[in-house]
């Protein structure tokens, strides 16, 4: 089905997300089968938060990191993905105490023997604040010819003011890495508006944009492309239903929208899938070839 196969590149899926619950029982052997996948039940974005939690937990050594990116990788190959920029939450190693360095040593070796290529978006969390935020984006920084192509923030956006980010984000400018923060998922299009100024690339969700439609117009002047997760936003209560999701009106918009998986193993969800559900949204396969395509042409690897 077209729908398939032009999904081909993954532009926002975090590497502690995709873990799936046979995974997690490797991982901790004190696990069942039936605890892991309880770990991924809940109905609100605090909900999502505390299940992504639980999986990070799960990531103890660097030889657990390199055993998550190859099942990742894999997976993405295996769906027909050839190309993937894919989220490492650096700023939860630094929290949980781990070497940095060990672990991006191994996620280094995984990509290297990936069946497709990887880029990597270095992300921080927004409830941490702006100091962990600098010292992340100097060592990304340090790192940026390694395969890490972009700097994020994640996590709870209403946590902390989006200025308090200035530092890091200025840093991991001038390092050449582009700025890719989740902005307007579950708060508002003030939000979008803050991490522009700040000189976001692409912008993580997005979708309360929507509403604004002089952001609207300054996201597709700047050809800013909003990475969307639909399934995502509804298993989270970042959006009612499918039904209400804005994609429409973001792609009747103009705006650069491509479709994304997330948190794939959280979520029970594909980039192949995406495109199926946005097909039952309404859109054309020409329109679908659209989205695909804006992927690859906002996609900041090589
Ligand atoms: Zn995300």
Redesign the pocket.
């Known amino acids: 089905m077209a729908t398939v196969i032009c999904a081909d590149t993954e532009l926002?899926v975090?590497l502690e997300g995709s873990l799936e619950p046979e995974l997690l029982c490797r991982l901790d052997s004190s696990l069942t089968i039936a605890e892991a996948r309880a770990l991924y039940r809940f109905d609100t974005f605090a909900g999502f938060i505390e299940a992504f939690k639980a999986a990070v937990r799960r990531l103890q050594t660097p030889e657990h990191y390199a055993m998550a990116a190859d099942s990742l990788f894999s997976s993405l190959a295996a769906q027909g993905v050839r190309y993937a920029e894919v989220?490492f939450s650096a700023g939860v190693v630094e929290w949980k105490g781990q070497s940095l360095d060990e672990v991006w040593a191994a996620l280094r070796t995984a990509s290297d023997r990936a069946p497709l290529t990887v880029r990597w978006n270095v992300d921080v969390v927004r409830q941490f604040g702006g100091a962990p935020a600098e010292r992340v984006a100097a060592w990304a920084a340090a790192h940026g010819g390694e395969g890490i192509v972009s700097f994020g923030i994640?996590g709870d956006e209403t946590a902390r003011p989006a200025e308090e980010f200035a530092r890091a984000v200025a840093a991991a400018r001038e390092a050449g890495l582009k700025f890719t923060p989740?902005a307007g998922e579950t708060s508002t299009a003030e939000n979008v508006w803050a991490m522009v100024r700040m000189g976001a690339d692409r912008i993580?969700?997005g979708i309360r944009a929507v509403g604004d439609l002089v952001l609207l117009a300054e996201l597709r002047e700047r050809g800013i492309a909003l990475e969307i997760?639909p399934t995502s936003n509804v298993r989270t209560g970042a959006v009612p239903s499918l039904a209400e999701h804005p994609l429409r009106a973001l792609f009747d918009a103009g705006v650069l929208v491509t479709l994304n998986s997330?948190?794939p193993a959280i979520f029970e969800c594909s980039l192949g899938g995406e495109f199926a559900l946005a097909r039952e949204m309404g859109f054309s396969g020409a329109e679908l070839e659209r989205i695909a395509e804006n992927a690859r042409r906002c996609a900041f690897g090589v």
């Open positions: 926002h975090h989220i994640g989740h993580g969700h997760c997330d948190d």
